[in-house]
């Protein structure tokens, strides 16, 4: 999953109560299926910075709820609003994580990039700009190798 930084980034996560944030707002069909379809509690998630200078997996996270409707998508208040949706027929979908670690050091493109599991990753893929991607088992423990952390999720299903 990928945020800026300045909207919503990993110390922003780690501050919450319980650690836990709802991953609202997301507008992309594609994304949406990944929520609603794929993603279950207990997943792990790499949490990565984008639109900074030096774009990284910054840190990890659990999902802790299996996807609901967002409830953003229904405010008319909310940045978010979309008059699509509906109670009775949602169309936007979110998921709860909850904060796991900080990677000792940010991995950035070019260490992706570099490395044989994770160079083709999608994050990676030019004009990919999907704030929530798929992530193989092999690249959640290539990720874990190269920061030199342990796995930090105990039960449930990987990525």
Same mark, same amino acid.
């Given at each position: 999953?990928?945020?800026?930084?300045?909207?919503y980034?990993?110390?922003?996560l780690?501050?919450?109560?319980?650690?836990?944030?709802?991953? #609202?707002g997301?507008?992309?069909?594609?994304?949406?299926?990944?929520?609603?379809d794929?993603?279950?509690?207990?997943?792990?998630?790499?949490?990565?910075?984008?639109?900074?200078?030096?774009?990284?997996?910054?840190?990890l996270?659990?999902v802790?709820? #299996?996807s609901?409707? #967002?409830? !953003?998508?229904l405010?008319?208040?909310?940045?978010?609003?979309?008059?699509?949706?509906s109670?009775d027929?949602?169309?936007?979908?979110?998921?709860?994580?909850q904060?796991?670690a !900080?990677?000792?050091?940010?991995? !950035?493109r070019v260490?992706?990039a570099?490395h044989?599991?994770?160079s083709g990753?999608?994050?990676l893929?030019?004009?990919?700009?999907?704030?929530?991607?798929?992530?193989?088992?092999?690249?959640?423990?290539?990720?874990?190798?190269?920061?030199?952390?342990?796995?930090?999720? !105990?039960?449930?299903?990987?990525?």
């Amino acid at each position: 999953m990928k945020s800026e930084p300045g909207c919503y980034g990993l110390q922003t996560l780690k501050d919450e109560p319980e650690q836990i944030t709802c991953w #609202d707002g997301v507008r992309n069909y594609q994304a949406r299926n990944l929520l609603r379809d794929r993603i279950r509690v207990g997943d792990g998630v790499l949490f990565y910075h984008s639109n900074i200078r030096w774009p990284a997996v910054v840190g990890l996270a659990e999902v802790v709820r #299996d996807s609901y409707p #967002d409830h !953003t998508a229904l405010d008319p208040n909310a940045d978010h609003f979309d008059p699509k949706s509906s109670v009775d027929n949602p169309v936007w979908y979110m998921v709860d994580i909850q904060y796991r670690a !900080t990677l000792p050091r940010p991995l !950035t493109r070019v260490d992706l990039a570099g490395h044989p599991v994770l160079s083709g990753m999608g994050v990676l893929k030019k004009g990919n700009r999907l704030s929530v991607q798929p992530v193989s088992a092999a690249e959640w423990r290539a990720i874990l190798e190269l920061s030199g952390l342990p796995d930090p999720l !105990t039960g449930g299903r990987r990525p």
